[in-house]
Nanobody
Framework: QLQLVESGGGLVQPGGSLRLSCAAS????????IGWFRQAPGKEREGVSC????????NYADSVKGRFTISRDNVKNTVYLQMNSLKPEDTAVYYC???????????????????WGQGTQVTVSS
């Protein structure tokens, strides 16, 4: 049974950086697409970034392009989201999600991901 655990959230000032981790247990992530999503209070959960199977292609929401980078370490069975130049509007609970696939490409649609972590809070404030 796949379990996903996010970590690395916290409080950071505008312009700062955080690195989120999504550690998987129960299965190896080599043939999973992994996505990062976020949900701010009163808003719908939205896609942030995803990476395809076996270190395939990456995809980013327009709002984070050039600031966030997704990567995966298949040895550690972990996916990371490096977040730079953080803005107050990045404040949200961040979730990682996984879906088995052989596709190198990924799509930022939450309905396409079947397994979810419990989330980690990111707050960007001075």
């Amino acid at each position: 049974q796949l379990q996903l655990v996010e970590s690395g959230g916290g409080l950071v000032q505008p312009g700062g950086s955080l690195r989120l981790s999504c550690a998987a247990s129960g299965v190896t992530l080599d043939y999973y697409a992994i996505g990062w999503f976020r949900q701010a209070p009163g808003k719908e959960r939205e896609g942030v970034s995803c990476i395809g199977s076996s270190g395939g292609t990456t995809n980013y929401a327009d709002s984070v392009k050039g600031r966030f980078t997704i990567s995966r370490d298949n040895v550690k069975n972990t996916v990371y989201l490096q977040m730079n130049s953080l803005k107050p509007e990045d404040t949200a609970v961040y979730y990682c999600a996984a879906e088995p696939t052989v596709q190198a490409m990924c799509v930022l649609e939450k309905a396409d991901f079947g397994s979810w972590g419990q989330g980690t809070q990111v707050t960007v404030s001075s």
